[in-house]
């Protein structure tokens, strides 16, 4: 039997922006709001974090949750903006 989880995340759920190193797992979280993507190397390691392709899309995103978390409290707001979240349970 599989068990399948879903979770709606509304954009007031999203406490912390987290950055892993794939190379030895450490982690760096920044508040959303906060969050301005840079060439990032990985204070444990000195692994490239963030490769110069994925800077813009990173920049992006980041704008995009500054712009959009203050909308979503607000009481007028005209978008509902959700990630919902599904994984398996065996
Ligand atoms: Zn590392």
Not at 5 to 16: G, K, M, P, Q, T
Not at 25 to 52: F, G, H, V
Not at 77 to 84: G, T
């Amino acid at each position: 039997m599989t068990i399948i989880n879903r979770i709606c995340v509304e954009l007031r759920d999203i406490l912390a922006v987290r950055l892993q190193c794939k190379n030895c797992q450490s982690a760096i979280s920044y508040l959303p709001k906060d969050w301005k993507p840079t060439a990032l190397r990985c204070p444990n390691c000195d692994a490239i974090m963030i490769e110069p392709s994925e800077l813009r899309a990173l920049e992006l995103l980041a704008e995009g949750l500054r712009t959009l978390m203050p909308a979503d409290d607000a009481a007028e707001k005209k978008l509902r903006f959700e990630v919902r979240l599904e994984f398996e349970q065996r």
